[in-house]
């Protein structure tokens, strides 16, 4: 255990990924003082991971693979760095994320993978700082239960859930009607539906205010993001389905909102950039100057706020079902938008497809209670093959024409 007055250790599940950096950027303009990194985990990206060693000396690392782990020590014996303990495998991200001297875990690895060691961490109460929504939506219930038995506490890591738990800091839960996500809506928010079928996937890769990995981003484009996202507000903060909201507001600059009892609206506003909500969760509940330039309103001049459209972005009306029907539906869900989102990206189906498979997977899903890890995993598991099949089913994007 690290003494209060001592640096925080901090372990990061998805090192290498655009959270995981940015967390190392943050804990740097934040100073050896007050936070120290003592394990990572990462995928294959071995070439960032030995530059990240080597600056932060952490105790142990995991990677997803024997042969990563291979190029990583001759990466490092190359560079005369100095060998951290490396773990392969679900084993090692495991160990990264229950690591004695971690103070809090930034999980943030992309998709499923780091379900299962986000939840260990919270079992060992530790502080979770969360950026993989996909963790909450497929066990929120398990996650939140873990994080209640052992103390730990779970601070959002995503703009719009770390903007909503900083407006409802101070206010009492009864006296809150409804939370309000915003959404840019999107590279698509102005595209017909017969432009959206026909959209490239660099088109769909072009997201207009945040620069984020290829996953999140075509979750932005179909809204699927936002869809997961009310699932996360849910289990996060309480609210019922019809008490979450969404508005679109392409500036991003209000991250999300609540409405208060008496009408009173409540928003948080920042510039587009994750490290401030990182730094929120590391440092809550204090507030340290952050490197960041500040907003400036006077530059923005108009913000703009609109209804989502439900018929072009059916996904959110997918997150909804599911997050209403409950049990492993969610879980089901998330899988087939992770077997569908990698197909768009490899030009195997249009981007119209994926809601499309989505709905036929969760029609097909058999619903069980999700409060045991067995079942989650389970209905994970068939929800990715019967995506699969889905996709076999659907007749190959013809090539695009310039
Ligand atoms: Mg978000």
Same mark, same amino acid.
């Given at each position: 255990?690290?003494?209060?007055?001592?640096?925080?250790?901090?372990?990061?599940?998805?090192?290498?990924?655009?959270?995981?950096?940015?967390?190392?950027?943050?804990?740097?303009?934040?100073?050896?003082?007050?936070?120290?990194?003592?394990?990572?985990?990462?995928?294959?990206?071995?070439?960032?991971?030995?530059?990240?060693?080597?600056?932060?000396?952490?105790?142990?690392?995991?990677?997803?693979?024997?042969?990563?782990?291979?190029?990583?020590?001759?990466?490092?014996?190359?560079?005369?760095?100095?060998?951290?303990?490396?773990?392969?495998?679900?084993?090692?991200? =495991?160990?990264? !994320? $229950?690591?004695?001297?971690?103070?809090?875990? #930034?999980?943030?690895?992309?998709?499923?993978? @780091? +379900?299962? &060691?986000?939840?260990?961490?919270?079992?060992?109460?530790?502080?979770?700082?969360?950026?993989?929504?996909?963790?909450?939506?497929?066990?929120?219930?398990?996650?939140?239960?873990?994080?209640?038995?052992?103390?730990?506490?779970?601070?959002?890591?995503?703009?719009?859930?770390?903007?909503?738990?900083?407006?409802?800091?101070?206010?009492?839960?009864?006296?809150?009607?409804?939370?309000?996500?915003?959404?840019?809506?999107?590279?698509?928010?102005?595209?017909?539906?017969?432009?959206?079928?026909?959209?490239?996937?660099?088109?769909?890769?072009?997201?207009?205010?945040?620069?984020?990995?290829?996953?999140?981003? =075509?979750?932005? !484009? $179909?809204?699927?993001?936002?869809?997961?996202? #009310?699932?996360?507000?849910?289990?996060?903060? @309480? +609210?019922? &389905?019809?008490?979450?909201?969404?508005?679109?507001?392409?500036?991003?600059?209000?991250?999300?909102?609540?409405?208060?009892?008496?009408?009173?609206?409540?928003?948080?506003?920042?510039?587009?950039?994750?490290?401030?909500?990182?730094?929120?969760?590391?440092?809550?509940?204090?507030?340290?100057?952050?490197?960041?330039?500040?907003?400036?309103?006077?530059?923005?001049?108009?913000?703009?706020?609109?209804?989502?459209?439900?018929?072009?972005?059916?996904?959110?009306?997918?997150?909804?079902?599911?997050?209403?029907?409950?049990?492993?539906?969610?879980?089901?869900?998330?899988?087939?938008?992770?077997?569908?989102?990698?197909?768009?990206?490899?030009?195997?189906?249009?981007?119209?497809?994926?809601?499309?498979?989505?709905?036929?997977?969760?029609?097909?899903?058999?619903?069980?209670?999700?409060?045991?890890?067995?079942?989650?995993?389970?209905?994970?598991?068939?929800?990715?093959?019967?995506?699969?099949?889905?996709?076999?089913?659907?007749?190959?994007?013809?090539?695009?024409?310039?």
């Amino acid at each position: 255990m690290t003494l209060d007055t001592g640096p925080k250790g901090i372990a990061i599940l998805g090192s290498t990924g655009s959270i995981g950096c940015n967390t190392l950027r943050v804990i740097e303009s934040l100073g050896a003082e007050r936070f120290r990194v003592v394990a990572l985990g990462a995928g294959h990206n071995v070439q960032e991971l030995a530059l990240q060693i080597a600056s932060h000396l952490p105790e142990m690392v995991s990677v997803d693979s024997e042969e990563a782990a291979h190029d990583l020590r001759a990466r490092l014996f190359e560079n005369d760095v100095d060998l951290p303990r490396i773990i392969v495998g679900e084993p090692g991200l =495991i160990e990264v !994320a $229950t690591h004695p001297q971690a103070d809090i875990v #930034v999980s943030a690895t992309v998709g499923a993978v @780091g +379900f299962v &060691p986000t939840l260990r961490a919270l079992e060992a109460g530790k502080r979770v700082a969360l950026a993989n929504k996909e963790t909450l939506v497929m066990a929120g219930e398990l996650m939140t239960k873990a994080a209640r038995e052992s103390g730990a506490e779970l601070l959002p890591v995503d703009s719009e859930h770390n903007a909503l738990h900083q407006c409802l800091r101070g206010e009492k839960r009864s006296e809150v009607r409804r939370i309000v996500l915003t959404a840019s809506g999107g590279p698509f928010r102005t595209r017909s539906a017969a432009q959206m079928e026909a959209s490239t996937v660099s088109e769909a890769l072009r997201h207009p205010t945040w620069n984020m990995g290829a996953k999140i981003t =075509i979750d932005s !484009a $179909t809204l699927m993001n936002k869809g997961l996202e #009310v699932i996360e507000a849910h289990w996060l903060f @309480g +609210f019922a &389905p019809d008490e979450i909201g969404i508005v679109v507001h392409p500036e991003s600059v209000v991250h999300s909102m609540i409405e208060l009892v008496d009408g009173s609206v409540i928003a948080q506003m920042g510039v587009t950039d994750m490290r401030h909500a990182i730094q929120y969760a590391l440092t809550y509940p204090d507030r340290h100057s952050c490197e960041l330039p500040p907003l400036d309103l006077t530059a923005l001049s108009v913000l703009h706020f609109e209804a989502p459209d439900l018929e072009r972005f059916p996904c959110i009306g997918l997150a909804y079902r599911a997050l209403r029907e409950g049990g492993t539906l969610p879980a089901a869900m998330n899988a087939a938008n992770e077997v569908a989102v990698p197909a768009f990206l490899e030009e195997r189906i249009s981007l119209t497809d994926i809601p499309r498979i989505i709905e036929a997977v969760m029609d097909g899903h058999d619903t069980q209670p999700a409060t045991e890890l067995a079942t989650i995993l389970e209905a994970d598991r068939a929800a990715r093959i019967a995506a699969a099949l889905e996709i076999q089913k659907l007749p190959k994007p013809a090539p695009l024409v310039a």
